[in-house]
């Protein structure tokens, strides 16, 4: 037999390093007759370059070897590279010395044979180990294989719990908005409706009393007395004003409640093309009050940055859970920068902002970029933050749960792209790429994936 010819793979290949001719006769010829492929080196050098393009099931190694190296040598550089340190070494040594033998089994030989070499011993050994290391590698492809099979079946268990929770939350916020929506929009409806009879009628009253003063210039003491205490003058002019204010609060109370519906269009479980940016503002509408001020620290800044989009199609109170999420970690980062300066002395001369730019990348794509100028993600950190319960935030205000089910309605949903860009100390930013328009079988097929 040949060590560089076809064999059947399930034949074992011995590579035997010795540099006596009768010895690797004698050791060729008997593993030959009982089957094993035979590979030779007479050199721990030519050992160690076999080694590297075929590599056998067990080598026999000849301790006293001439040369630049010698048995141990070799057997330590062998144990010393991943590639080979699992391959068993037995060792043949005509030294009958302990110490000998002692020294080969701590540099990582499995045993060892005397020279002369007696036939049944050597086939004996070798089968033992053979067998040893066929059933190491078979156990470590076992646990591979189990270590594989547990870590899907883990991210499966928590995909689901994702896909859970979201589900328990997006039902739940859509009963809360359902109950404000029905119950702000009857009473507001009845108000604005009724806003502008009230505000001609007013203004019918205000026409009558300025006729009144005009024809009766000087009205009689108990008129007089009566203009006095209501401070007629200020009244006329500071009326309207006030039903301008009331008008204007009535309509954002109208706008709010439309946001919220907008925001949320939990009826709408089918795909339906939309304005993106209508989404945004209703999302920003939400979250005007976490905007503002709350201390002496600065508000945040928006600064919008629309470009010309076509409605694209995708689930919309999914996408705006996303746009939630997005904006609600840009204004905690912010905060999170703010905060701390407020009564500790200088702020920080630059002031805090999230920016929000869309626009078409190709012309089958949008993109949605959602940036901050705050303290910026770790690089540690980064490679986790779409993983499911994931979280930096302190106990109970945060669940790790928002931007891995952002990803997954992104992603697996859309078949999209969510990214994040960050650097400590200068911002994070978040890309959204989705598709135009999502086709009837591409709809089916991401619905199956996340099913």
């Known amino acids: 037999m040949n060590a560089d010819t076809d064999h059947d793979l399930n034949v074992p290949t011995v590579l035997v390093v010795d540099d006596t001719p009768t010895n690797i006769q004698v050791l060729f010829s008997l593993l030959d007759e009982v089957g094993y492929r035979v590979a030779i080196a007479k050199s721990g050098e030519t050992a160690l370059q076999r080694v590297e393009h075929h590599r056998p099931d067990l080598i026999l190694l000849d301790v006293m070897m001439p040369g630049g190296i010698d048995g141990f040598e070799t057997c330590q550089r062998l144990k010393a590279k991943e590639a080979t340190r699992d391959i068993p070494i037995i060792f043949m040594t005509a030294l009958s010395d302990t110490v000998d033998k002692v020294k080969g089994l701590r540099l990582g030989a499995v045993d060892y044979i005397t020279k002369p070499i007696q036939h049944e011993e050597v086939l004996a050994r070798m089968d033992v180990h053979l067998q040893l290391y066929r059933l190491n590698r078979n156990l470590e492809q076992v646990v591979m294989e189990r270590t594989a099979a547990l870590n899907g079946a883990l991210e499966d268990l928590k995909n689901a719990q994702v896909q859970l929770v979201h589900g328990e939350k997006m039902s739940t916020l859509g009963q809360l908005v359902a109950g404000i929506a029905h119950e702000i929009n009857n009473p507001i409806n009845f108000i604005y409706g009724n806003f502008q009879p009230a505000k001609d009628y007013i203004e019918d009253l205000l026409s009558l009393v300025q006729v009144f003063t005009e024809e ?202 969510l990214r994040c860009v960050s650097r400590p100390g200068e911002g994070t930013q978040f890309v959204i790429e989705l598709p135009l328009r999502l086709g009837s079988a591409v709809e089916h097929s991401l619905s199956a994936n996340v099913s």
């Open 216 to 417: 009766y210039p000087t009205p009689s003491d108990r008129v007089q007395e009566k203009m006095n205490a209501i401070d007629l003058e200020f009244l006329r002019e500071d009326l309207p004003r006030l039903l301008h204010s009331m008008q204007f609060g009535t309509q954002r109370i109208r706008d709010l409640v439309l946001s919220l519906r907008n925001f949320s269009r939990l009826d709408e479980s089918e795909l339906k093309a939309v304005d993106l940016h209508e989404g945004l503002e209703s999302t920003l509408l939400i979250l005007q009050n976490r905007l503002k001020s709350k201390t002496t620290a600065r508000e945040i800044l928006l600064n919008r940055n629309y470009g010309n989009l076509p409605l694209v199609e995708c689930y919309p109170g999914q996408l705006n859970q996303v746009f939630m999420n997005l904006l609600s970690n840009a204004i905690d980062a912010l905060e999170e920068r703010i905060l701390p300066h407020v009564g500790n002395g200088p702020e920080d001369h630059q002031s805090p902002e999230i920016r929000i730019a869309t626009q078409m990348v190709s012309r089958d794509r949008v993109q949605v970029m959602i940036e901050d100028n705050g303290p910026g993600i770790a690089p540690e950190v980064q490679s986790k933050i779409f993983d499911a319960f994931f979280t930096t935030k302190p106990m109970n205000k945060g669940t790790g749960l928002g931007l891995s089910i952002s990803y997954q309605i992104i992603v697996d949903k859309h078949g999209g792209e």
